[in-house]
């Protein structure tokens, strides 16, 4: 099994900056794919961005530009969030996908963007 941890979130005004991170341990080799995806209150969990084990990434079209996804090894990823929006306000959740194809969650971390 995998186990998520995230850490990072908080507080912060609009245009500012916050970094998240998301350590995984337990069977951290059978890791392929990491991601970030966040919900807001009344909306569905979305994909933010997201890293292969090779190091592709991809992104929502609303976070291009601003945020910028980052893998450290096999078992860290991290999300820098710059310009931060009011919108960006959500529960944040670390992703694994497995070698199984099984998905892992954090528990989440809370982003508030003031405006």
């Known amino acids: 099994q995998v186990q998520l941890v995230e850490s990072g979130g908080g507080l912060v005004q609009a245009g500012g900056s916050l970094r998240l991170s998301c350590a995984a341990s337990g069977s951290i080799f059978s890791i392929n794919d990491m991601g970030w995806y966040r919900q807001a209150p009344g909306k569905q969990r979305e994909l933010v961005a997201r890293?292969?084990?090779?190091?592709?990434t991809n992104y929502a079209d609303s976070v291009k530009g601003r945020f910028t996804i980052s893998r450290n090894a096999k078992n860290a990823v991290a999300l820098q969030m710059n310009s931060l929006k009011p919108e960006d306000t959500a529960v944040y959740y670390c992703?694994?996908?497995?070698?199984?194809?099984?998905?892992?969650w954090g528990q989440g971390t809370q982003v508030t963007v003031s405006s």
């Open positions: 992703n694994a996908k497995l070698r199984t194809g099984a998905l892992t």
């Open positions: 890293i292969t084990s090779g190091g592709s």
